[in-house]
């Protein structure tokens, strides 16, 4: 069986930092994976903007090594001529007027067309790019802008940032990107809560004990140092993707799949989370930084090490112990973990139901346990329903906890696509279901900035931990305090 592809309008997406690495990695593959299931239509246009001085034939040929290097499946021929077809170039600064003028006469004068000006280029842009757009008159009722994390570094400049693109853009046209969203399996996660009767009774304090998330990198900070030791993995991640992730765990069914049914209730746990301040800081957040140690590849730096200075309070690893004040959750423990240089590369939701009330099995049968549901974002996206079953054959009434596979990629044979596949279609066919509302960004600002200040003026050092590792003890001992382990994600 393979997937149901609907073609999209015809487009013009104009990839700002065309030749950065995000539209290298990420987006011209995913536009060409597109292009090659058949959902883009004539005449679509794709137009790198960068200050570097490229024709489009070496734009082209970027984009043809960017393939090359970041297709996984084999490349087609037929396909990869077709697609590089499409591709444009103008050099543009939008610090400045340069190129603008050219960039209007590329795009051309038809207005009903859809258009997608996606910001690959850092936050600081996002204003000069908006503001010239507009001052060029490039802003048709048909232009969407994307725009990627960070937005922001706390509730103040998100705000400003938000007014910024707000006094260009309407909401409805202003696609904040948080890719996790378009992870198949996040979204799976909605149609196994909605779609089926067998979950939801169960989604609530009564039947679930605790919910976990973990998102681990396996890299360091790589060429990232500088933008990192500035943010630390609090707004890295916990701001943006672990909250996102958890919404869609804690949120309300909503009344449709409609952009704003499913972000009201999205907002709404986010509001409902309890604050964490200097009064309770040290007790529910860990913050750890990683030293030296071992990865895959062998011996690795610390981070010190990895940035100018070489000093540094920023964490890189944080743990969190969050709890919503509602009557669904009161009492249902939400950890969240993410870190830099773990043990592996791993992103998952684990969540964890309370254990049989007591058990007729006797001794001899084992121990009972949980029945987790695990919905791995990466690698391997896929769920897995833990359950207990009777050990096969006559050896007696022994117990075994074995997962239902539920992997659903491998189950209906299709690719798996990558997140910022899905999320571009979705820009085109004007579907804000996946992306972020600006009261959200600004809501999750408001439950991290406490957090943030609290470090600050407590003084709450980072706790070293093994480079390698699952982050400092004092993250494992953040739940096993609270007689809970943290899933072995393996
Ligand atoms: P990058 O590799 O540094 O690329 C930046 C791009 O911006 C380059 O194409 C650069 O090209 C262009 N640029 C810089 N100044 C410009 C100017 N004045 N006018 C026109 N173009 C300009 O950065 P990136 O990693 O692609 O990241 C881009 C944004 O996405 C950042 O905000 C980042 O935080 C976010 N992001 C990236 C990733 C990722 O995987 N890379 C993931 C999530 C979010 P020229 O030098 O030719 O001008």
Redesign the pocket.
């Known amino acids: 069986m393979s997937s149901q592809i609907i073609p999209v309008d015809p487009f013009d997406c104009i990839i700002?930092?065309?030749?950065?690495?995000?539209?290298?990695?990420?987006l011209l593959p995913a536009l060409y994976h597109r292009q090659k299931d058949g959902q883009m239509t004539e005449p679509t246009r794709i137009i790198?903007?960068?200050?570097?001085d490229?024709s489009t034939n070496e734009y082209r040929a970027f984009a043809h090594e960017a393939l090359k290097t970041h297709v996984k499946d084999d490349l087609d021929s037929d396909e990869v001529e077709k697609f590089l077809g499409k591709l444009d170039y103008v050099?543009?600064?939008?610090?400045?007027e340069r190129?603008w003028d050219s960039l209007g006469a590329v795009l051309g004068a038809d207005t009903g067309k859809k258009r997608a000006c996606y910001?690959?280029?850092?936050?600081s842009?996002f204003g000069?790019?908006a503001t010239r757009l507009r001052d060029h008159g490039l802003i048709t009722p048909e232009t969407r802008i994307i725009v990627?994390?960070?937005i922001g570094r706390d509730l103040k400049s998100a705000r400003e940032l938000n007014d910024t693109l707000g006094s260009v853009f309407d909401e409805y046209q202003t696609f904040r990107?948080d890719?996790y969203l378009g992870k198949e399996t996040v979204q799976n996660l909605m149609a196994l809560r909605f779609a089926n009767t067998l979950y939801e009774p169960l989604w609530n304090s009564a039947h679930i004990d605790h919910v976990q998330i973990t998102v681990a990198e396996g890299v360091g900070v790589e060429g990232?140092a500088d933008?990192y030791d500035k943010a630390g993995a609090l707004r890295d991640m916990v701001q943006n993707h672990l909250l996102q992730l958890l919404c869609l765990v804690a949120m309300e069914p909503p009344s449709s799949m409609d952009a704003n049914a499913v972000r009201d209730e999205k907002l709404k746990v986010l509001r409902g989370l309890e604050p964490i301040d200097e009064a309770n800081v040290e007790k529910l957040t860990v913050r750890g930084q990683y030293g030296p140690g071992a990865s895959a590849g062998g011996p690795v730096p610390g981070y010190l090490d990895e940035i100018e200075g070489g000093a540094s309070n920023t964490e890189t690893f944080v743990a969190v112990k969050a709890e919503i004040g509602n009557w669904r959750w009161a009492g249902v423990p939400f950890y969240l973990r993410t870190g830099k240089r773990m043990t592996t590369r791993v992103s998952e939701i684990v969540i964890a139901f309370k254990p049989v009330p007591h058990s007729i099995f006797g001794d001899g049968a084992g121990r009972l346990l949980a029945n987790n549901l695990v919905i791995r974002l990466q690698p391997d996206e896929g769920v897995k329903q833990w359950i207990m079953i009777k050990d096969p054959g006559p050896g007696g009434m022994r117990l075994r906890h074995v997962p239902l596979d539920m992997s659903f990629a491998s189950a209906f044979n299709v690719r798996n696509p990558d997140a910022y596949e899905r999320l571009i279609m979705d820009v085109i066919r004007g579907n804000q279901t996946l992306f972020m509302r600006r009261d959200e960004v600004e809501a999750a600002w408001r439950w991290i900035d406490p957090i943030l200040s609290a470090w600050e003026d407590t003084g709450q050092q980072c706790q070293r931990y093994t480079a390698g590792t699952w982050g400092p003890s004092a993250s494992i001992a953040l739940i096993e305090r609270d007689g809970r382990t943290w899933h072995e994600s393996v």
């Open positions: 700002f930092g065309g030749t950065g690495d995000l539209a290298e990695r990420k790198g903007a960068s200050r570097s490229l050099s543009v600064d939008v610090k400045s190129g910001l690959a280029v850092g936050p842009l000069d790019i990627e994390k960070p990107i890719h990232r933008y």
